[in-house]
């Protein structure tokens, strides 16, 4: 208990009640994908800060005693991460409390921060706790009255939070009430506040349905959760629904989550980084029978690279500050969600705003 009392508790452990309850203790049994653990900073690498539940950035020392939880990592250009077996190190993955070892790197990442495990937390009666211990309780199913709209990408940092956010913030502009949420990655408070600085009503993640990463768990949990978080959003009022899935299309989970989009989404916005990534990202999306109505992402950066993509497409490529003023509105409008009478005042509302 002395050592909690002065532990950095990263971002993955947010919804553990803080109180006397929780503690480090019991056996030290094989890593499970979830499972809360208390380590040491054992010396300082990549990650010298840790987020705390709040999404704050705490300054990591050696010796610092962290409560993070397990989990396997999936990002191309920073690491590729595991559940520790017997006599691997143990690293901290991400700075949101992940614990994995590192399989590999991204060539510009330094080595990463090497943690001593102490213990499992567990409860007052001794039982060891994990994410799904903290879990939500399922929601009950519905669809956003003005419908669903899911930003996918060509990769990782194509833009995507950018464009979630930017496409939130329109919505919330012209007076909606507007659930936002992330389907798949690894927990951290970045995402969270973005959606809520663009106005975002309410925001839920994997982390809120037991997950702390989504790497490697199984297709259908992943499923599952994709339709519960859009199901505690309409619980919380959303007029609509704007989700944000990591990553690429090629990920695999990332391709599995779009099999189920054209039953889902009423809207798929892809980001992008280039032209080229546009057109493969679309051809892998259309496979799938997913229509991508918009382009967006970092190649927005870019006019010439942005009308190079939409002569390739057919398709307009939207920037996040077009998005943001007013752009995201006509998606619901497009596909018929609202009104004309109802569109022009969204936009006269958001304009004005």
């Known amino acids: 208990m002395e050592r909690l009392s002065a532990a950095k508790w990263g971002y993955v452990t947010r919804r553990v009640p803080r109180s006397d309850e929780a503690r480090l203790g019991g056996a030290i049994r094989p890593p499970r994908l979830g499972d809360f653990v208390v380590a040491r900073v054992a010396e300082l690498g990549a990650h010298e800060h840790l987020e705390d539940p709040h999404g704050r950035r705490m300054r990591l020392y050696p010796g610092d005693v962290l409560v993070g939880a397990y989990g396997n990592r999936y990002a191309t250009d920073f690491y590729e991460g595991y559940l520790p077996t017997p006599g691997d190190a143990v690293h901290l993955l991400t700075a949101g409390g992940l614990v994995g070892t590192v399989a590999s790197a991204h060539t510009s990442k330094e080595a990463p921060t090497e943690l001593a495990v102490l213990g499992p937390l567990t409860d007052s009666a001794g039982r060891q706790l994990g994410t799904d211990d903290v879990a939500v309780p399922e929601p009950i199913p519905g669809r956003p009255e003005l419908g669903t709209i899911v930003v996918l990408g060509s990769s990782m940092n194509a833009g995507k939070t950018t464009a979630t956010s930017a496409i939130i913030r329109g919505l919330a502009r012209a007076g909606l009430r507007v659930g936002a949420g992330k389907v798949t990655g690894s927990g951290s408070g970045k995402d969270h506040w973005a959606y809520v600085d663009a106005g975002a009503s309410a925001v839920a993640d994997f982390l809120d349905f037991g997950m702390p990463s989504t790497f490697g768990y199984p297709t259908e949990r992943l499923v599952s959760t994709l339709f519960g978080i859009r199901d505690r959003l309409v ?30 989404a009423d809207h798929v916005v892809l980001a992008v980084g280039d032209a080229l990534g546009a057109v493969a990202g679309i051809d892998v999306l259309e496979a799938l029978g997913v229509p991508v109505r918009v382009v967006s992402g970092l190649i927005t950066a870019s006019p010439l690279a942005s009308r190079e993509a939409s002569a390739a497409t057919g398709l307009p490529v939207l920037s996040p500050a077009e998005l943001a003023r007013g752009a995201a509105v006509g998606l619901l409008a497009d596909a018929g969600a609202l009104t004309s009478e109802a569109f022009g005042e969204l936009v006269r509302s958001g304009t004005s705003a």
């Open 235 to 264: 619980e919380e009022a959303a007029d609509v629904v704007v989700l944000e899935v990591a990553d690429g299309v090629l990920q695999s989970e990332t391709r599995a989550l779009a099999a189920q989009l054209p039953e889902f």
